[in-house]
């Protein structure tokens, strides 16, 4: 198999060429939003100077253009994903967008007192919070699945929490801060089993993996764009046709009616109905264009790649005295989360700044998991296919300086 062209594929991204505080930027941040190929940015620049318009209005020809160009990135969607219909591909401002509005329609309809959700220990806080505050309004309770020491979901404790009383099971694909990909076909099953319904945060995946709704089998798919090299503000809500169907409109307004009377509004049909508003046209379009752009790879190279920057940059950090990895799962993506004794990891990313190393720290939106591990928080390096060797070893060389001035 021939290999990933990163220094070609280097060259679709812009900011990868920019220096900060006068060295060249070292962008290992992507977990939190990665960075976007030219071909996403002239895609908006495009729609903003030649075809903006509202769509789904007017008869006029920008509004007509628009109107296309939008919905047929729904179907491009619909298409990478594999959903069943174009119309179960929903457009929200992204993940966290996604996950609030289940649970304020479907959940609101179907979780009532005694019942029960299921989360996992490792999940991004929007997969945590927006659960919560429904069982807390509907006197349901949250359950949450165990994780090991390696950062691995327990699946026999999995097991042991579905019951008759479960409503809904919601977790993530891929974990922000330890890079472990979930069986979620398992999940899913599993939870089908007994009759729930399944809602998969995949955030974290959408960068890493093609994924197919049909092998799936999510009742729920959520995903933001800028993740995944598109621009920010714009996700998508993937749902089954039956339960998209049988959802309440999460929001009033605009685009999600038929007709309106004061005494009565009849809803618009699917994927409207859930669409209230002037939608982000020019970020939907980005999102086209990033599809576009990852069709484009190979992504058999794309997971290979990855994959030799995950064993490079653990076996080097692991050379490094007192250094520890949070988060060692068989099954990971090129994700490290480390800290090393003795340092605290915000002094770590801000030392590694100033040599033009972006890494996260902090924690990451997880603070459950955080509390699992007992510790405040990581230094996250998190990598995307455009990422180098190269760069690990200045990720090395900027940690073993930055420790010689901390220690
Ligand atoms: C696993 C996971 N879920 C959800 C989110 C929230 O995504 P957004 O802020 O784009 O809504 C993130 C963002 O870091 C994430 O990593």
Known sequence: ?????????????????????????????????????????????????????????????????????????RKKISSYINANHDHEVIFTKGTTDGINLVTATYGKMNVGKGD???????????????????????????????????????????????SSKTKIVAVNHISNTLGTINPAREIINKAHHIGAKVLVDGAQAMPHQKVDMQALDADWYVFSAHKMFGPTGVGV?????????????????????????????????????????????????????????LNSLDFEQVNQHEKELLNYVTEQLKAIDGLQIIGNAQNKTSVLSFLVEGTHPSDLGAILDQFGIAIRTGHHCTQPLMDFYNIPGTARASFAFYNTKEEIDALKKGIVRALEMLL
Request: hydrophobic share 35%.
């Open 1 to 73: 198999m021939p290999t990933l062209d990163v220094m070609s594929i280097r060259k679709d991204f812009p900011i990868l060429s920019r220096e900060v505080n006068g060295k060249p930027l070292i962008y290992l941040d992507n977990g939190a939003t990665s960075q976007k190929p030219k071909q996403v940015i002239d895609a908006i620049a495009n729609y903003y100077q030649q075809d903006n318009s509202n769509v789904h209005r007017g008869i006029h020809h920008l509004s007509a253009i628009a109107t296309d160009q939008f919905e047929h990135v």
């Open 116 to 162: 029960e959700v299921i989360v996992s220990a490792m999940e991004h806080h929007s997969n945590i919070v927006p659960w919560q505050m429904l069982c807390e309004e509907k006197g349901a309770k949250l359950k949450v699945i165990p994780i090991n020491l390696k950062g691995e979901l327990i699946m026999e404790e999995y097991d042991e929490l579905l």
């Open 237 to 293: 809500l993937y749902g089954k046709e039956d339960i998209l169907n049988n959802m309440p409109p999460y929001q009033g307004g605009g685009d999600m009616i038929k007709d309106v009377t004061f005494e009565k509004t009849t809803y618009n049909d699917l994927p409207h109905k859930l669409e209230a508003g002037t939608p982000n046209i020019a970020g939907v379009i980005g999102l086209g264009a990033t599809v576009e752009y």
